[in-house]
Nanobody, 125 residues
Framework: QVQLEESGGGAVEAGGSLNLSCAATAKYFYKSNCLTWFREAPGPGKEREEVASVDVDGTIFYADSVKGRYTISKDDAKNTVYLQMNHLTPDDNGLYRC????????????????WGRGTQVSVSS
């Protein structure tokens, strides 16, 4: 079974930046799987929000709240998807998890086939 591992989270001050990575254990994994970054906000509800996605063909989706601040990209040869996060605010706090689907387009509505365990992002004001 393919595994996903996130990295790059940490604690930063407001206005700072982080670069998250989602590495897959299979070669050229993202040539056959789309990838979505989810954010699980802190608190009892643990609301999960789709932050950004990249399809097999490179098509990109961003949530309105992160447009202009986040950039998702992928390197198929490195089996890695990146999420560059700039101008961070406390609203960006949460556990960031990547999830892959064995489809070309993440917008197809299918359930994720693979989940990472997450990397924590903490932004102080």
């Amino acid at each position: 079974q393919v595994q996903l591992e996130e990295s790059g989270g940490g604690a930063v001050e407001a206005g700072g930046s982080l670069n998250l990575s989602c590495a897959a254990t299979a070669k050229y994994f993202y040539k056959s799987n789309c990838l979505t970054w989810f954010r699980e906000a802190p608190g009892p509800g643990k609301e999960r929000e789709e932050v950004a996605s990249v399809d097999v063909d490179g098509t990109i989706f961003y949530a309105d709240s992160v447009k202009g601040r986040y950039t998702i990209s992928k390197d198929d040869a490195k089996n890695t998807v990146y999420l560059q996060m700039n101008h961070l605010t406390p609203d960006d706090n949460g556990l960031y998890r990547c999830a892959a689907r064995k489809v070309m387009h993440c917008s197809s509505g299918s359930f994720p086939d693979y989940w990472g365990r997450g990397t924590q992002v903490s932004v102080s004001s």
